[in-house]
T-cell receptor
Framework: AQSVTQLDSHVSVSEGTPVLLRCNYSSSYSPSLFWYVQHPNKGLQLLLK??????LVKGINGFEAEFKKSETSFHLTKPSAHMSDAAEYFCVVSAFLTGTASKLTFGTGTRLQVTL | EPEVTQTPSHQVTQMGQEVILRCVPI?????FYWYRQILGQKVEFLVS????????KSEIFDDQFSVERPDGSNFTLKIRSTKLEDSAMYFCASNTEDWGSTGELFFGEGSRLTVL
């Protein structure tokens, strides 16, 4: 079984300040973890992924996340927020099903608001 | 860059009507999925499909839902008799045979279904 908990449903930051979106996971396996972003009226775009290689993962648009097994966390960070970062962010864990297809389990999402 | 495409982007239908949502996965992908997102809720897994059969389905995917790959390129989701609660954004996704290394999925931009 696997699950994802996004600790904040809504985060508001000022432009130019750091972003921290928190995610904790639970998985029976060594997990693959992802952050997806969804801009208004748009589809899901992969920001970054962790797949048991380096624990600090860099993604697109200056985002990065650190996998911490001891804390079962995969928090998303960015040093300096931009107005265009305003979107819904989903932390996602992957499970491999019975040797055939994988399935993603989504968190409930964190809405990031960026203010001037 | 190859992408998953979905049609229609938005469909409005009357309760009880049949709806078919269409997806064209990335051409060398072998695993196909449908997810949905009811407004304000998290993204939920519906069904996975591999080798012309369903690999797994969630409890949401009841007898009124069906999927098929009719012609080797399209992947469709049919809802036989729509209900109000079927109103949602439906996302198609696919990945390659090499899923085992990442479990990453490639998503389309979604089809918004509105049932009146």
């Amino acid at each position: 079984a696997q699950s994802v908990t996004q600790l904040d449903s809504h985060v508001s930051v000022s432009e130019g300040t750091p972003v921290l979106l928190r995610c904790n996971y639970s998985s029976s396996y060594s997990p693959s973890l992802f952050w997806y972003v969804q801009h208004p009226n748009k589809g899901l775009q992969l920001l970054l992924k962790y797949t048991s290689a380096a624990t600090l993962v860099k993604g697109i648009n200056g985002f990065e996340a650190e996998f911490k097994k001891s804390e079962t966390s995969f928090h998303l960070t960015k040093p300096s927020a931009h107005m265009s970062d305003a979107a819904e962010y989903f932390c996602v864990v992957s499970a491999f099903l019975t040797g055939t297809a994988s399935k993603l389990t989504f968190g409930t999402g964190t809405r990031l608001q960026v203010t001037l | 860059e190859p992408e998953v495409t979905q049609t229609p982007s938005h469909q409005v239908t009357q309760m009880g009507q049949e709806v078919i949502l269409r997806c064209v996965p990335i051409s060398n992908h072998l695993y196909f999925y449908w997810y949905r997102q009811i407004l304000g809720q998290k993204v939920e897994f519906l069904v996975s499909f591999y080798n012309n059969e369903i690999s797994e389905k969630s409890e949401i995917f009841d007898d009124q839902f069906s999927v098929e790959r009719p012609d080797g390129s399209n992947f469709t989701l049919k809802i036989r008799s729509t209900k109000l609660e079927d109103s949602a954004m439906y996302f198609c996704a696919s990945n390659t045979e090499d899923w085992g290394s990442t479990g990453e999925l490639f998503f389309g931009e979604g089809s918004r279904l509105t049932v009146l």
